[in-house]
């Protein structure tokens, strides 16, 4: 599915481009990837998918996840932004990704 699809068949009824890629990730299997805050945070922290706006997360975000990741790629992302890499304090102590992560501010050890 082009990236076109969404703007031609989806805003015409008025949802959100976050919400248009979510339904089709989760009920069509489509490779998409829905940002959202926690997204889009982690994105900009790590250094994976760095943007001003939601759009530009998602071009960056699909540009450098694999393919073969792509169906799965935004689940992860929330719950990594959601549990561990939160907006006030991430935990960058039990980070499974902190080796990749170019987030200079890491949370300092107790
Ligand atoms: S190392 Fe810290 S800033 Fe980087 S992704 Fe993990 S929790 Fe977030």
Redesign the pocket.
């Known amino acids: 599915m082009d990236n076109n699809w969404i703007e031609n068949q989806i805003r015409p009824i008025a949802i959100g481009r976050k919400t248009a890629n979510a339904v089709l990730n989760v009920a069509f299997g489509e490779p998409t990837m829905a940002v959202d805050t926690h997204i889009f945070r982690?994105g900009n922290?790590?250094g994976l998918a760095p943007g001003k706006t939601p759009s530009e997360a998602e071009m960056q975000l699909m540009t450098h996840v694999p393919p073969a990741y792509l169906a799965d790629a935004h689940h992860w992302l929330i719950l990594?932004g959601r549990f561990?890499?939160q907006a006030r304090k991430?935990?960058?102590l039990r980070?499974g990704?902190?080796q990749f992560?170019d987030?200079k501010e890491?949370?300092p050890a107790p």
């Open positions: 982690v922290r790590t990594l561990v890499c991430p935990q960058c980070c990704v902190a992560c987030f890491k949370t």
